[in-house]
């Protein structure tokens, strides 16, 4: 076991006390007192503009929670998020014009079968319309007779 590392004990009501007053101490410190100044500094900009709303306490502490998270994310080394850190492959300009080609015969194909569901879109509404143009004309002969 490390010398160097200690254990601290909580003895009685006195050491109970101290715990709770360490606890409200880091909790106020670290959190209430932030999120206070996120409050007062969002409530003193954006006042002047009466585009958004005041912000109370509770809102003040969530804005400097999403700050600090938002901090610690981006500058931890472990974090999951990210800029640029990929290692992007290097293609040479042979295998870039490869994709450009093949990107442009799958594009000229599916501008092709647009166009043909289009002329075929169009044959058929065209065929519905005459179809209904000469139902119309019978139930007015019809309605003449």
């Known amino acids: 076991m490390n010398k160097n590392f200690r254990i601290i004990t909580i003895n009685g009501v006195r050491g109970i006390f101290a715990a709770?007053?360490?606890?409200i101490g880091l909790i106020a410190g670290f959190i209430i007192s932030p999120g206070?100044?996120?409050m007062k500094l969002w409530n003193f900009i954006f006042y002047q503009s009466n585009v958004v709303?005041?912000?109370?306490?509770f809102q003040g502490i969530m804005l400097w929670l999403i700050v600090a998270l938002s901090l610690y994310a981006?500058?931890?080394r472990r974090a999951?998020?990210?800029f640029g850190s990929y290692p992007y492959p290097t293609l040479s300009s042979e295998q870039i014009n490869d994709i450009m080609e093949r990107a442009k015969k799958s594009e000229a194909k599916i501008i092709?079968?647009?166009e043909e569901f289009k002329a075929k879109s169009e044959l058929s509404q065209s065929s519905?319309?005459?179809d209904?143009?000469?139902n119309t004309d019978n139930q007015t002969e019809d309605v003449r007779k």
């Open 20 to 23: 709770i007053f360490v606890v």
């Open 36 to 38: 206070w100044v996120c």
């Open 53 to 57: 709303a005041m912000m109370n306490l």
């Open 74 to 76: 981006l500058n931890n």
């Open 80 to 82: 999951l998020i990210g």
């Open 112 to 114: 092709k079968e647009f």
């Open 128 to 130: 519905d319309n005459k």
């Open 132 to 134: 209904a143009n000469i």
